[in-house]
């Protein structure tokens, strides 16, 4: 599995952008770039994913390097409940794999009031 | 969106108990789930990929003895830790790909709650 890395901790205010940063140098042609969260004691939680394009949802965006090798995830104002662990996740378009992901460390964004 | 619902959230039992949980995809069908563990401060692991109407296929140095993992519909996964003993307990988390969701890299992956277990 094409690996990915991330700073270990991140801190940002409240209703201030944070800017999360991924690097995936090995990453396939056909691999998504995909984010998740989890907050405490719970399921991780979906935010976003892309292949090429930049990408825009409710919860944040997502700037994909034009080489593909760095992607940034971006909350365009944090809130407290923002606070959580983000997993940045190279996902394989299809084959045997079925989809899976593969966990990495993540990083932990304290968002301070 | 699509929900997953993992059930029990939490067990308490005793030592060479069985435990079963089970993952249900509520509003769309699941041709493959996966079950996860985590420890405490530490990351998500891969245990098994289980896909509807076939065995399981069991991450390297996962017991497949001790987690039987049994696909039998398109809405429902269970996870049975067998014979549970204290170093078992951890945060169990399943989750559900969609059968109508496209290519596997580009559709969202979708969590249960976890089921945290805890063997005395």
């Known amino acids: 599995d094409a690996k990915t890395t991330q700073p270990n901790s991140m801190e940002s205010n409240e209703e201030e952008p944070v800017h999360l940063p991924c690097n995936h140098s090995?990453?396939?042609?056909?691999?998504?770039i995909h984010w998740y969260r989890q907050l405490p004691s719970q399921g991780p939680e979906y935010v976003i994913h892309?292949?090429?394009s930049n990408v825009n949802n409710r919860m944040a965006s997502l700037a994909i390097a034009e080489d593909r090798k760095s992607s940034t995830l971006i909350l365009h104002r944090a809130t407290l409940r923002d606070a959580a662990v983000y997993y940045c996740?190279?996902?394989?378009?299809?084959?045997?794999?079925?989809?899976?992901?593969?966990f990495g460390q993540g990083t932990i964004l304290t968002v301070h009031p | 969106g699509a929900v997953v619902s993992q059930h029990p959230s939490r067990v308490i039992c005793k030592s060479g108990t069985s435990v079963k949980i089970e993952c249900r995809s509520l509003?769309?069908?699941?041709?493959?789930m996966f079950w996860y563990r985590q420890f405490p401060k530490q990351s998500l692991m891969l245990m098994a990929t289980?896909?509807?109407?076939?065995?399981?296929?069991?991450e390297q140095g996962v017991e497949k003895d001790k987690f039987l993992i049994n696909h039998a519909s398109l809405t429902l996964s269970t996870l049975t830790v067998t014979s549970a003993h204290p170093e078992d307990s951890s945060f169990y988390i399943c989750?559900?790909?969609?059968?109508?969701?496209?290519?596997?890299?580009?559709?969202?992956?979708?969590f249960g709650d976890g089921t945290r277990l805890s063997i005395l």
């Open positions: 289980s896909n509807e109407g076939s065995k399981a296929t069991y």
């Open positions: 892309g292949l090429t």
């Open positions: 090995t990453i396939s042609g056909t691999d998504y």
């Open positions: 989750s559900a790909r969609d059968r109508y969701g496209g290519a596997f890299g580009n559709q969202p992956q979708h």
């Open positions: 509003d769309f069908q699941a041709t493959t």
């Open positions: 996740i190279l996902r394989e378009w299809g084959g045997t794999s079925y989809g899976k992901l593969t």
